[in-house]
């Protein structure tokens, strides 16, 4: 199920909120719609939290259907809202901390940002599941995690990426990359969707022919 929501009037919705094919992370405080919204559209459990002691769960937070890679700013009662619901974490020391940002997985591997500590890289392999392809930039973004969004059956990424860019992202994740917008013409796909197997939430601003490409993307009909 596709459903356009926002959050608070927000509809940079991804920055706010993940999920992977079991749980969704929200905010702590997110709104009722919103948590309603998003168990119904991509049918799992939704978990309320913060990541680092933000609501930025989009941005904190790399995760797939394996596990998850969060920074050691995160609160260990963060950590352990995680794990209860399943999820093994890694908790890595690292300078950057938008790990979210800066990490975009499928369950097969990962695209990441080559300016990461060795032992985050190690995380993502180990306990992400990940085979890891380091890129010092995607096109011209550093944030390769805030440029795209994968699941199992697809990618989309800024539509400003080319296509030698777009095949060594399928390479890395193993799945069939495309390009697209969100909130009426964004790049930064990542901020206006919260997306899985079986269902996405798209930012209230996302259009009917955006909606047509981001089901294409990831083969939800």
């Known amino acids: 199920m596709l459903l356009r929501v926002d959050y608070n009037s927000n509809p940079n919705i991804g920055i706010l ?9 929200v905010p702590r405080d ?3 719609e919103f948590v309603e919204a998003a168990g119904r559209a991509l049918e799992v459990d939704v ?9 930025l769960i989009g941005a904190m937070l790399a995760i797939n259907n394996r596990g998850a890679v969060v920074s050691d700013l995160a609160r260990e009662e963060e950590v352990r809202e995680l794990r209860n619901a399943g999820i093994e974490v890694a908790v890595v020391k690292e300078r950057h901390n938008a790990l979210g940002n800066l990490i975009l997985a499928s369950d097969e591997g990962a695209l990441v940002f080559k300016g990461l500590r060795k032992a985050t890289k190690r995380a993502v392999e180990e306990v992400m599941g990940c085979r890891v392809v380091e890129v010092t930039s995607l096109g011209r973004f550093r944030t390769v ?14 539509p400003s990426l080319g296509e030698a860019e777009l095949e060594l992202a399928e390479e890395a994740l193993g799945v069939r990359a495309e390009i697209g917008t969100v909130n009426m013409g964004v790049g930064f796909v990542k901020t206006g969707i919260v997306v899985n197997s079986k269902g996405a939430l798209l930012g209230s601003a996302t259009t009917g022919p955006e909606i047509m490409r981001i089901q294409e993307a990831f083969e939800l009909v």
């Open 17 to 25: 909120a993940v999920a992977n094919d079991s749980i969704a992370v």
């Open 30 to 32: 997110a709104p009722e």
């Open 47 to 55: 978990v309320r939290s913060n990541i680092c002691g933000t609501s």
């Open 145 to 158: 995690g805030s440029i795209g969004v994968a699941t199992q059956k697809g990618a989309l990424f800024h």
